[in-house]
């Protein structure tokens, strides 16, 4: 998506740890206009039946809803982040080790609220070690939904997440897949 790089070369920011910044228009600060061609993205990639659209709070949550309007009735469930132990009869929960936070934790939701037979569509800002997907994914499994794919904003492919969830036969789809990143500045994949 040209406009998401062109954003990110405009507005993105690089911190030490190899983390990106967008906080001007998703991560903090949303461009709400920008937001919805974002879903209109995900929502034109993943043409198929989607009955839930899962993320992870927080940043995940506004492209969430800003795709789930595409479908017919299509809920958004974002996961909850509690401690490590953080784990209950009425939740699926899954450990995920956290890249900009370094440490772990728990990433929990209601039985409620997934089923099988649900055709999940996942969506997450960053793609990067690939563990908060493969999280995400475990729930997916947990209920016996079906994960119809993962769409990510943002993708490092300089690290090692993307090969990790396409290995186990996942389609991931990203706006914006950045193979170097450094202080001359930011490349994207053809
Ligand atoms: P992973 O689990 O793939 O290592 O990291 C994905 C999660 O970490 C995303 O949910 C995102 O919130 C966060 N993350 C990873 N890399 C970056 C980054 O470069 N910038 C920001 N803002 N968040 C990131």
Do not use: W
């Not at 879903?39 to 969430?64: N, W, Y």
């Not at 990510?152 to 036969?169: F, N, P, T, W, Y």
């Amino acid at each position: 998506m040209k406009a998401l790089e062109e954003k990110i070369l405009k507005e993105g920011k690089i911190l030490p740890g190899g983390v990106l910044k967008i906080d001007s228009f998703l991560n903090h600060q949303i461009d709400t206009r920008f937001l919805e061609e974002i879903g209109a993205e995900f929502a034109r990639l993943f043409p198929e039946e989607v009955t839930k659209i899962l993320t992870v709070e927080a940043s995940g949550i506004s492209m969430a809803v800003a795709t789930a309007k595409h479908y017919d009735y299509c809920p958004v469930i974002f996961a909850k982040k509690g401690e490590a132990a953080n784990m209950s009869e009425e939740t699926y929960s899954s450990k995920l080790f956290s890249f900009t936070r370094k440490r772990d934790f728990m990433a929990n939701v209601a039985k409620d609220y997934l089923h099988e037979g649900d055709k999940v569509l996942i969506i997450d800002d960053f793609l990067a070690s690939g563990q908060a997907l493969k999280a995400l994914i475990d729930i997916c499994h947990q209920a016996k939904a079906e994960v119809v794919g993962c769409g990510i904003a943002v993708e490092k492919v300089h690290q090692s997440g993307g090969d990790l969830i396409r290995g186990m036969g996942v389609r991931v789809e990203s706006l914006a897949r950045i193979v170097r990143m450094d202080d001359d500045g930011i490349e994207f994949a053809e």
